[in-house]
């Protein structure tokens, strides 16, 4: 059937507010921590996260308004049969020329504008669309045991690929990812279950022969990390030091003195700490108001949506967000390992916030574009 053309006034009044206000509240107010904590950082440097940061912001909110116009079911489809192919080679791409520390040697460096980026985090995102389209072709047929051993295979693949590049701390958000989504499209429990205990039946396994040591006391510390309090558990330490500080009113804006020990961290992983000093419980309940009413809103958004795998898209989406806020927060709040996974539109990072933004950018995609045709509705 022809498709009809919307009018762009049409298609602006689809954009979703509540996501767009939500994402750019937590964006407005990772710049002003990082405003707030330049003083941490050697002259110079806490301007340049600041503004880097801030043109970030504006080209990924550039890029989810330029998105929300095209329609993202011609994007996918011409697209669906490149998503596993493209995604492994990143990840060859990564592993052969990757850098970092402590053993995730996960990070490119784009030599014009010196500027360093994580590939893996827009992997994330093919890997959320691929698997949204493979959970549509099984759907009449999810529970089946080949159905479930062909997405078992695809999750695997993804998840492989992560842990041997070395990233483990990303591999549970794509673990927590695809579980959230196979959890949203109607997956037996019985599978969960039986996942489950298999994980906890390989772990030993897992532990002795495929962690390293540094990867090995970042769990253990991360539980407790008390045990180690000058080394493997400081950062977490730290961190709950600050958040302790700041009460709940916070130190203010030019305040605090916690955040200092928290190094070159302060900007990334353990922003939620700084934000918690500097702004207090206040401020911290705001960023979690947002963050929860986002995860909410896109949850809602993925039951009326024209597509099947739409809806699935925005599972994984809402399931990233929901992982990794929790994960973060964990950690700064020393009960989860420290895994260096960043907070959603709060902490600095590029390549983060911006597949963020490429991630709500198909959200409000999706929205703008749920009555696509005349007289056209999609089978159940």
Avoid at 217 to 242: C, E, H, V
Wanted: charged fraction near 15%; hydrophobic fraction near 50%; proline fraction near 3%.
């Amino acid at each position: 059937m022809k498709e009809f053309s919307i009018p762009l006034r049409e298609k602006i009044r689809r954009i979703d507010p509540v996501v767009l206000l939500c994402v750019i509240g937590m964006n407005v107010m990772s710049i002003v921590t990082l405003l707030s904590e330049i003083d941490a950082f050697a002259e110079g440097v806490g301007m340049w996260y600041v503004r880097m940061q801030a043109i970030v912001s504006v080209a990924g909110l550039v890029t989810v308004l330029v998105f929300a116009f095209i329609d993202y079911d011609a994007l996918f489809q011409k697209m669906k049969y490149v998503l596993i192919p493209l995604s492994i080679v990143i990840i060859l791409i990564v592993k052969k020329f990757g850098s970092g520390r402590y053993g995730n040697d996960n990070w490119i460096t784009i030599p014009v504008i010196n500027v360093s980026i994580q590939p893996t985090e827009f992997v994330k995102l093919l890997m959320i669309v691929s698997f949204a389209m493979h959970l549509d072709r099984v759907k009449e047929k999810l529970n089946a045991p080949l159905s479930v051993l062909t997405l078992a295979i695809h999750a695997g693949l993804y998840v492989g690929l992560i842990v041997w590049q070395g990233d483990t701390g990303m591999a549970l958000v794509y673990i927590g990812i695809l579980v959230i989504m196979l959890f949203g499209a109607g997956i037996s429990y019985w599978y969960i279950a039986g996942a489950g205990a298999a994980v906890v039946l390989g772990f030993p396994i897992l532990w002795t022969n495929y962690l390293s040591n540094i990867q090995r006391k970042r769990i253990l510390y991360g539980f407790n990390p008390d045990l180690d309090p000058m080394d493997g558990g400081w950062q977490a330490i730290a961190s709950r030091t600050a958040i302790i500080a700041g009460g709940f009113r916070g130190a203010g804006f030019s305040g605090g003195t916690k955040y200092y020990t928290l190094s070159w961290a302060a900007q990334s992983d353990f922003i939620f700490a700084v934000l918690a000093e500097k702004f207090g419980f206040m401020g911290t309940f705001l960023y979690l108001v947002l963050v929860v009413t986002l995860i909410l809103r896109i949850f809602w958004i993925a039951r009326g949506t024209r597509k099947n795998y739409a809806s699935y898209i925005c599972i994984g989406v809402a399931g990233m967000i929901l992982v990794q806020a929790a994960e973060n927060i964990g950690m700064c709040l020393a009960v989860l390992p420290v895994v260096g996974i960043t907070c959603p539109f709060l902490s600095y990072g590029p390549s983060s916030l911006f597949s963020m933004y490429l991630a709500i950018a198909m959200v409000e995609s999706i929205c703008t574009h749920q009555q696509k045709y005349y007289f056209e509705r999609e089978p159940e």
